[in-house]
Nanobody, 122 residues
Framework: VQLVESGGSLVQPGGSLRLSCAASGFTFSDHDMSWVRQAPGKEREGVAA???????SYADSVKGRFTISQDNAKNTLYLHMNNLKPEDTAMYYC??????????????????WGQGTQVTVS
């Protein structure tokens, strides 16, 4: 299993970014997928998830601003981020697991992780 994130950048408040996570080595559509972030000095927190049925979940702090999606043909997970705020600054990780992860933001439920991509809002 390999997950490779990209798309992180420095952006001004109110701006937008799209993160991508290229997956390989497993059947993408059979896995629960998630975006997790970690700000300096803080614990990792779930941002958004999409399960194998295509159902999505979001942290309250990003609802209405972030959208998670996936392209099964490209084995790629996306996180569309709008109206970015300074508090969104963090390393963003892509995570996956073949088993259903419940609750969706249970960090320990994901066994495969990417290396992360930095998002800085300033």
């Amino acid at each position: 299993v390999q997950l490779v994130e990209s798309g992180g950048s420095l952006v001004q408040p109110g701006g937008s970014l799209r993160l991508s996570c290229a997956a390989s080595g497993f059947t993408f559509s059979d896995h629960d997928m998630s975006w997790v972030r970690q700000a300096p000095g803080k614990e990792r927190e779930g941002v958004a998830a999409i399960d194998s049925d295509g159902s999505t979940s979001y942290a309250d702090s990003v609802k209405g601003r972030f959208t998670i999606s996936q392209d099964n043909a490209k084995n790629t997970l996306y996180l569309h981020m709008n109206n970015l705020k300074p508090e969104d600054t963090a390393m963003y990780y892509c995570a996956a697991d073949a088993k259903a992860v419940a609750p969706w933001d249970w960090i320990g439920g994901y066994t495969s992780w990417g290396q992360g991509t930095q998002v800085t809002v300033s």
